[in-house]
């Protein structure tokens, strides 16, 4: 089975420039979650959903981040207008929804902003 | 406030010796606790977890110890390979029931051969 499908890999872009970032979870997982990792702050949720409704967004720096997830198969993170220090590795993850399951991470999107 | 937290940044072992990787919480309500390894250009893997009701449990080559008392977590690795270099995270759930995990800030694993 594919694990959790994140796109694209690298992104490079210029300062306020709109990113989008794009996370498939696994098959038959209802929860979803969007973290960001940088060497500063380490592993940080931002987000999660569970059957496709925002439960948590407290961890969202501020409003230039939003999420959607319109169905059970995808999820966007977007960033309007980016800058230099939305630099970090954004990781997606996805499990059943349960207090005691773990969740399964996707390769991650290394973002760059110049 | 929630927070979970290592006390080693690195740890650096030689190969075939056995490592041990602590961790912190400070959540008496977390029940779940999740070890996961990150290697360079990965995201996190899930290692072993185990629930407040035990005090081990073991995998292939893993051991995590859990002491409720003291809020204390840890990862052992027997016969430790170079392919166990890595950051190791361990994660509570805070007793969220949306599956919600507070992650720390993880120990970097290094492997001599």
């Known amino acids: 089975d594919a694990g959790v499908i994140q796109s694209p890999r690298h992104e490079v872009t210029e300062m306020g420039q709109e990113v989008t970032l794009r996370c498939k979870p696994i098959?038959?997982?209802?929860?979803l979650f969007w973290y960001r990792q940088t060497m500063m702050r380490g592993l940080e949720l931002l987000i999660y959903?569970?059957?496709?409704?925002?439960?948590?967004d407290s961890g969202m720096p501020e409003d230039r981040f939003s999420a959607k997830m319109p169905n059970a198969s995808f999820s966007t993170l977007k960033i309007q207008p980016s800058e230099p220090r939305d630099s970090a590795v954004y990781f997606c993850?996805?499990?059943?929804?349960?207090?005691?399951?773990?969740?399964?991470f996707g390769p991650g999107t290394r973002l760059t902003v110049l | 406030g929630e927070s979970v937290g290592l006390h080693l940044p690195t740890l650096s072992v030689q190969e075939g010796d056995n490592s041990i990787i602590n961790c912190a919480y400070s959540?008496?309500?977390?029940?779940?606790f999740i070890w996961y390894k990150q290697e360079s250009g990965k995201g996190p893997q899930f290692i072993i977890d185990?629930?407040?009701?035990?005090d081990k449990r073991q995998g292939q080559r893993v051991t995590v110890l859990l002491n409720k008392t003291v809020k204390h977590l840890s990862l052992q690795i027997a016969a430790t390979q170079p392919g166990d270099s890595a950051v190791y995270f361990c994660?509570?759930?805070?007793?969220?029931?949306?599956?919600?995990?507070?992650f720390g800030q993880g120990t970097e694993l290094s492997v001599k051969p």
């Open positions: 959540n008496s309500a977390s029940d779940y």
């Open positions: 994660a509570e759930n805070g007793n969220n029931q949306g599956g919600k995990l507070i």
């Open positions: 098959s038959g997982h209802n929860s």
């Open positions: 993850a996805s499990s059943t929804r349960s207090t005691y399951n773990e969740q399964f």
């Open positions: 185990i629930r407040s009701n035990m």
């Open positions: 959903f569970n059957n496709n409704v925002p439960i948590d």
